[in-house]
């Protein structure tokens, strides 16, 4: 079954992408509940398109691969 659940749908969730020299960091909302390492979809708002982001720690999620703008 799945992990301890560290983020549920509907709750914030900060976005961070980057690396080490350059990152940035803002608020979505989970589309989806998640454990801790799972990839879930994540949304600025309800209009806006899901993307898909891992959950690296509780309330704060990665978008995998997103380093470079």
Same mark, same amino acid.
């Given at each position: 079954?799945? %992990?301890? +659940?560290?983020? $549920? ?5 900060? +976005? ?19 454990? +801790? ?9 309800? $209009?806006?398109?899901?993307? +898909?982001?891992? !959950?690296?720690?509780?309330? !704060?999620?990665? !978008?995998? %691969?997103? /380093? /470079?703008?």
């Amino acid at each position: 079954g799945a %992990g301890h +659940l560290v983020t $549920k749908r509907g709750a914030p969730a900060h +976005l961070a992408a980057g690396n080490g020299n350059f990152s940035v960091s803002r608020i979505m909302i989970a589309d989806e509940d998640g454990a +801790l390492g799972e990839t879930i979809r994540v949304r600025e708002d309800r $209009k806006s398109t899901p993307v +898909l982001a891992q !959950i690296v720690e509780p309330g !704060i999620v990665r !978008i995998p %691969g997103f /380093n /470079n703008f």
